[in-house]
């Protein structure tokens, strides 16, 4: 009976075909029907539909509200709105809003925090993270490793050259609290 009631729209439908690599496909026919019924509300649907099947950065934001927290809730998965579209429409094995910049002609982009977030996954663009330098640990045999560490001279009695005392302290006592507010004072020599 449930099959009867599942509908897919056309236009969900021709989205879904521009979608990139082999995702989940339940979450993404969600992702984007939740995103058709909001643009259905605001008439930006057509311009979706031009900048996928375009792949044109030219093409006006497509916006939805922000939420309280920023992101977007599909299927009982949160992430930020942006990122779940250029994920789907463009870069797959993106993992996070750090990965993407908005370009220069988006008046909404997430980062400017706006009650609406541009969703147009060609108004993004990937910064390529380095790949950092693999981190070289010399191996050492047993016997260049000294067996037994020269000892260090005992300072937990001195008092840095450089150091000033606040009036009334005197360097040379050393003060111990006790429990019960008492105070012993140790002359150090």
């Given at each position: 009976m449930s099959s009867l009631l599942t509908f897919t729209p056309p236009i969900v439908k021709e989205l879904l075909g521009w979608r990139k690599g082999d995702g989940e496909d339940k979450w993404s026919e969600k992702a984007?029907?939740?995103?058709?019924?909001?643009?259905?509300?605001?008439?930006?649907?057509?311009?979706?539909?031009?900048?996928?099947?375009?792949?044109?950065?030219?093409?006006?934001?497509?916006?939805?509200?922000?939420?309280?927290?920023?992101?977007?809730?599909?299927?009982?998965?949160?992430?930020?709105?942006h990122v779940i579209y250029a994920r789907l429409w463009r870069w797959p094995?993106?993992?996070?809003?750090?990965?993407?910049?908005?370009?220069?002609?988006?008046?909404?982009?997430?980062?400017?925090?706006?009650?609406?977030?541009?969703?147009?996954?060609?108004?993004?663009?990937?910064?390529?993270?380095?790949?950092?330098?693999?981190?070289?640990?010399?191996r050492y045999s047993g016997e260049e490793i000294p067996a037994e560490l020269p000892p260090l001279e005992d300072y937990t009695n001195t008092v840095p050259e450089n150091t000033d005392f606040p009036a009334g302290i005197n360097p040379h006592e050393q003060a111990f609290k006790i429990p019960g507010n008492f105070l012993i004072i140790e002359t150090i020599s």
């Amino acid at each position: 009976m449930s099959s009867l009631l599942t509908f897919t729209p056309p236009i969900v439908k021709e989205l879904l075909g521009w979608r990139k690599g082999d995702g989940e496909d339940k979450w993404s026919e969600k992702a984007v029907k939740s995103l058709v019924k909001k643009l259905r509300r605001t008439g930006c649907l057509d311009e979706l539909k031009k900048s996928i099947t375009n792949q044109d950065p030219t093409t006006k934001c497509i916006t939805i509200p922000r939420s309280l927290d920023g992101r977007l809730q599909v299927a009982h998965r949160k992430g930020q709105p942006h990122v779940i579209y250029a994920r789907l429409w463009r870069w797959p094995d993106l993992q996070n809003y750090h990965e993407l910049r908005a370009i220069d002609n988006c008046e909404f982009a997430f980062t400017l925090k706006r009650d609406e977030v541009c969703v147009n996954p060609y108004h993004y663009n990937r910064v390529e993270t380095p790949v950092l330098p693999a981190v070289l640990v010399p191996r050492y045999s047993g016997e260049e490793i000294p067996a037994e560490l020269p000892p260090l001279e005992d300072y937990t009695n001195t008092v840095p050259e450089n150091t000033d005392f606040p009036a009334g302290i005197n360097p040379h006592e050393q003060a111990f609290k006790i429990p019960g507010n008492f105070l012993i004072i140790e002359t150090i020599s």
